[in-house]
């Protein structure tokens, strides 16, 4: 068995606190939002946390409900939206270049003797964007092609909390933690005469070697296991892995499941009683992926900023700690505070250069012509959509009574309306014959149709019906939203064009709703996400922060009729800044509540319109909310500068200055700027900075996926396919594009299901089996063709074993049955096709549901090599062939892609199929997008 390696980027080691330098092939980071849904899927459209930001109290971006400007946003599963268990996560590939974490909550009390606890514990994660080099450059980038950012975790839970609860899912990056307790995340391999995995655990590993990227780390192979629940006291750390100093609890035993270990006395790993077995060096207890551990002792030192002496990588999605508490005054109690509400704050930002960027970043965002290159679709202010389906105009049988209605192979597999060619019946030769050529009807429609039934000769969207109301803002819609779109607001038409039925807001502010088109759609267009289209930079520092919390007083009727006079001047020069003007453009466009009628205006505000209460509705309101995060926030920010900003708000106090004087006391100790300032290189020495709304970011980014580019992809296999095997020919045309509709076929399932997240290993296995299962020699072309999909040959009594009435014995009998082969003929009807061989009605039907088409009664679909893609990629990883699935042999630490056959068929060609992995999974790696 061979094992594979994995790369794990760590920090580079010097200088220590050093961003990485430009590179002449960047990687594009992989984003994720900070939470998953509830189901722990993850969120495919950035409206799902705009709907929770409005079911928050506080926190709203870019204006605070207290009337300030605000850098974040705050979130909590009080909505019941996400799914919380492990935490805060990471947003994006990045370093870990600061942290704390608390011993224990402070405590506050206010001067009315009242009790609140707060979290002062946070991390700070550095991610470098670098633009996709410009069309036919070489070379190493220029430096300013690149930019740092920095995203914010703000309010994290203390250590007392992880004591309080062992179940609490710890960071594994955590600084000088050498005490760990191993998780059951991996599974002893097969053993090889049953296939049976083996205890829950983690693989031990010889030493890591050094990856092709600086300071990563990549796997060696497994020399051993420690079943969960054993303890061991690391004596060193490389990246993510940890190297074993001894074994305080358990015991080390195989890699495989019943296999043998150790020496004939001896329980340790640099012995063994096989030849082949790997070992390591003596009284080498081997390494651990630190991702698979958790840390049972308390990270050194707690209360303080810690810098680390090398920054920390994390991917995308790693659990950065649990969200810890903040209680406002209004949550204070007269008694000690207990835990009652968890809070987090999230914020991004960049130095004052990153507006020369974003510059640079569109400039070059216009050289992209590529399709692939222009993944958000921006409906521009002013586009008129389709709202109205052109009317039927025939019947679906027009002069003969229907026998049936067959659902044409060029028919979408999904959307309101299908392709069908309708037949009738011949009364003097009982033949089937076309009436017509081929219709659209309703897809519903499709089980009960009738000869009467409406139809229609083209297909019913047609971008001559664009129409009023005009979309009133500019929308941007990634491909992955567009995707995520439920089946009736989905279509193709006979071009193979996609259509999608978005809503927006028209000029008054009301919900219309309309269809889109990809191509050719009047005010749309494809862009890139450097592009960052509907981003605006607006800069709030000429806002004085007791202007704010005057105009604030009065906007709430705080302010008494003297003080309404006084604070006119205020509220003027607030109302008149940009960011106000800005969100009192887009909050106007909030649609008046149905109390107001369908005439009639809110009553009109002295202070302006832009309250805390029309911020939170915006959020619920989508175009509204994609406006408003789409606000680049150039202002100081409230975890650094100096005190004299707050302080000049205490003379407006009045009766609550007491209490304002304590939590001035909590303000300042919330402050870390300056602890970071000057000891994280590139980190911005001055606090006025510009803040991006992460969810926005994300969204923007999210569709850049990292996965294929597949043309690179094709050129660099077409250049190896011979090495493939012995006695291999030339790559030809005809697999060259099966090859190409296989891989786009793939893609094209992660982007529906998988919010375009690729999974690179899994689908170099995909590929090494359909290599092996598509070969098949033409004798009337003299020449072997691959990836297309096939059907499993021989005769039809070949198929009688998978027959329910024909099979030989009663168990062969039996599990044809217990497969859903239930008729005489379903062995045969139901034999191998595609590209793994898809067999048993079961599995037909399965794969049917999940991709919409009926495939347990149109077998040959499965032929289609769309189809036959997305039943690999849903089969392989949901385990529906035998039971067993991709990520049983398939992780971050692992690719086991021997033992990985076992998904298809036992370990037959399972050693040749691994090495195509292999070969695969390189060129994959090289062909990233």
């Not at 092709?212 to 990246?239: D, W």
């Not at 149709?449 to 109301?469: E, G, N, Y």
């Not at 193979?496 to 267009?525: I, L, M, N, Y």
């Not at 300032?677 to 991006?692: C, L, R």
């Amino acid at each position: 068995m061979t094992a594979q390696t994995h790369p794990h980027p760590a920090p580079p080691p010097t200088p220590a606190s050093a961003p990485p330098a430009p590179t002449s092939a960047t990687t594009p980071l992989t984003w994720r939002y900070p939470f998953p849904d509830k189901d722990y899927k993850e969120v495919t459209s950035p409206q799902t946390f705009y709907q929770a930001l409005a079911g928050m109290d506080d926190g709203f971006f870019p204006l605070g409900v207290n009337g300030f400007p605000h850098g974040g946003i705050h979130l909590n599963n009080s909505v019941g939206m996400f799914g919380t268990k492990d935490g805060v996560r990471c947003i994006a590939d990045g370093y870990i270049v600061a942290y704390k974490i608390d011993d224990a909550y402070p405590h506050l009390q206010f001067k009315d003797g009242k009790w609140a606890m707060y979290s002062t514990g946070f991390v700070l994660v550095r991610h470098r964007l670098t633009l996709p080099p410009a069309p036919n450059s070489t070379g190493v980038q220029p430096a300013d092609e690149s930019h740092d950012i920095y995203s914010l975790y703000m309010h994290t839970a203390d250590w007392a909390t992880y004591l309080a609860d062992e179940k609490l899912k710890r960071p594994w990056w955590w600084l000088n933690v050498d005490a760990f307790r191993v998780q059951g995340r991996d599974r002893q391999m097969a053993a090889p005469k049953d296939g049976t995995t083996g205890a829950a655990g983690a693989f031990v590993w010889t030493e890591p070697k050094a990856g092709k990227k600086p300071g990563s780390f990549t796997a060696g192979e497994r020399v051993g296991f420690l079943p969960e629940g054993s303890e061991i006291i690391a004596s060193e750390t490389r990246g993510q892995w940890v190297h074993i100093k001894r074994i305080t609890a358990g015991h080390m035993t195989s890699p495989v499941n019943g296999g043998y270990f150790g020496g004939e006395d001896e329980n340790v790993p640099w012995k063994t009683e096989t030849n082949n077995a790997k070992v390591t060096p003596e009284n080498d207890w081997g390494w651990l992926y630190k991702p698979n551990l958790k840390g049972i002792k308390e990270p050194d030192p707690v209360g303080q900023v810690v810098i680390p002496p090398a920054p920390v990588f994390v991917k995308a999605g790693t659990p950065l700690g649990q969200i810890g508490e903040y209680h406002d005054y209004e949550r204070a109690t007269p008694l000690p505070p207990v835990p009652k509400r968890q809070l987090l704050h999230l914020e991004v930002f960049a130095d004052d250069s990153f507006s020369a960027f974003l510059d640079k970043s569109r400039a070059r965002a216009a050289q992209f012509l590529r399709p692939d290159q222009l993944p958000l679709l921006v409906i521009n202010a002013g586009a008129k959509l389709v709202k109205d389906v052109l009317p039927a105009d025939r019947k679906l049988c027009e002069w003969r009574p229907l026998y049936r209605a067959d659902v044409t192979p060029d028919s979408p597999a999904s959307g309101p309306w299908i392709k069908v060619q309708p037949r009738y019946q011949d009364p003097t030769t009982t033949l089937l014959m076309p009436e017509g050529a081929p219709v659209w009807i309703e897809r519903e429609k499709l089980a009960t149709a009738t000869a009467t039934t409406p139809a229609w000769t083209q297909f019913p969207l047609s971008l001559q019906k664009v129409a009023d109301p005009a979309n009133a803002f500019t929308l941007v819609y990634s491909r992955s939203q567009l995707d995520g779109l439920s089946a009736r607001e989905k279509a193709v038409d006979d071009a193979k064009t996609q259509w999608w039925r978005v809503k927006f807001g028209d000029a008054d502010g009301h919900p219309a709703s309309g269809w889109v088109c990809e191509k050719k759609h009047p005010d749309t267009q494809w862009q890139s996400p450097w592009a960052w289209p509907g981003f605006e930079k607006v800069d709030a520092t000429g806002i004085d922060l007791a202007d704010a919390f005057r105009r604030n007083l009065v906007l709430t009727g705080s302010a008494d009729w003297k003080e309404q006079t006084e604070f006119e001047p205020s509220v003027t020069a607030v109302n008149g800044s940009p960011l106000l003007l800005k969100l009192e453009r887009t909050i106007a466009k909030l649609a008046p509540p149905p109390s107001y009628g369908a005439s009639s205006k809110p009553k009109e505000n002295p202070a302006g319109k832009v309250t805390g209460k029309a911020m939170q509705a915006a959020m619920r309101t989508p175009w509204l909310a994609q406006a408003l995060s789409r606000v680049i926030l150039r202002y100081e920010s409230e975890w650094g500068g100096d005190m004299s900003r707050w302080n000049a708000i205490t003379p407006l106090m009045r009766n609550a200055k007491d209490n304002w004087l304590v939590e001035l006391q909590r303000i300042h100790e919330l402050q870390w700027w300056n602890d970071v300032k000057g000891k994280v290189a590139g980190f911005p020495v001055s606090a006025t900075v510009h803040h991006i709304h992460p969810i926005a970011l994300v969204a923007n980014f999210m569709c850049n996926c990292g996965c294929i580019d597949i043309d690179k992809f094709l050129q660099a296999y077409e250049a190896e396919h011979v090495a493939f095997e012995a006695g291999t020919q030339p790559l030809d045309d005809a697999s060259k594009n099966n090859l190409r509709i296989f891989i786009q076929g793939i893609l094209d399932y992660y982007k529906k299901y998988k919010n375009g997240e690729c999974n690179i290993a899994y689908i170099a296995y995909m590929l090494g089996t359909a290599r092996l299962e598509t070969k098949k020699y033409h004798a009337n072309l003299h020449k072997t063709i691959y990836f297309e999909p096939t059907t499993e040959g021989g005769p039809i009594p070949y198929f009688n074993k998978y027959d329910p009435v024909l099979a030989d014995t009663a168990a062969h009998r039996q599990r044809a049955l217990d497969n859903g082969n239930a008729h005489q003929g379903d062995g045969y009807k139901y034999r191998g096709r595609g590209y793994v061989q898809v067999t048993w009605r079961n599995n037909y039907r399965a794969i049917g549901q999940v991709i919409g088409i009926d495939l347990a009664n149109n077998p040959d679909r499965m032929l289609e090599p769309e189809i036959a893609a997305w039943a690999t990629v849903y089969g392989m990883e949901n385990g529906i062939f035998t039971g067993r699935r991709l990520s049983n042999y398939i992780s971050e630490a692992t690719q086991d892609y021997v033992n990985a056959r076992r998904i298809i068929n036992g370990l037959d060609q399972a050693d040749k199929i691994a090495g195509f992995a292999i070969k695969f999974k390189i060129i994959l790696e090289g062909t990233r997008c």
